[in-house]
């Protein structure tokens, strides 16, 4: 059974930087992609950033982009979120998420696309 284990969060001000880590056991993580939602409060859960297996190709969100870096280390079993110049509207809960069948870009960044999630870690980011 795929187990995750989110950490790294925390409370920062606006323009610091946090990284995320994401615990992978059970499997073989490197059959796995791997991504990263969020969901802020009194919104839905939305996708954030997500990278393959072989960590060759990542993709992101929008709002993220230039700011944000997925990477993995399938060695360590883990898949990490450099977050930079953070912002108050990164508030939210971050989950890591993981699948075995992820084919597209756009399958990856589709939540009900994945099988397997952590509990989530907090970040708040004050202004």
């Known amino acids: 059974q795929v187990q995750l284990l989110e950490s790294g969060g925390g409370l920062v001000q606006a323009g610091d930087s946090l990284t995320l880590s994401c615990g992978f056991s059970?499997?073989?993580?490197?059959?796995?992609?791997m991504a990263w939602f969020r969901q802020a409060p009194g919104k839905e859960r939305e996708f954030v950033a997500a990278?393959?297996?072989?960590?060759?190709?990542?993709n992101y969100v929008d709002s993220v982009e230039g700011r944000f870096t997925i990477s993995r280390d399938n060695v360590k079993n883990a898949v990490t979120l450099q977050m930079n110049n953070l912002r108050p509207e990164d508030t939210a809960v971050y989950y890591c998420?993981?699948?075995?069948?992820?084919?597209?870009?756009?399958?990856?960044?589709?939540?009900?696309?994945?099988?397997?999630w952590g509990q989530g870690t907090q970040v708040t980011v004050s202004s």
């Open positions: 059970g499997r073989v993580v490197r059959r796995y992609a």
């Open positions: 998420a993981a699948d075995l069948s992820i084919l597209t870009t756009s399958e990856s960044m589709t939540e009900n696309k994945y099988s397997y």
């Open positions: 990278i393959t297996q072989s960590g060759a190709s990542t």
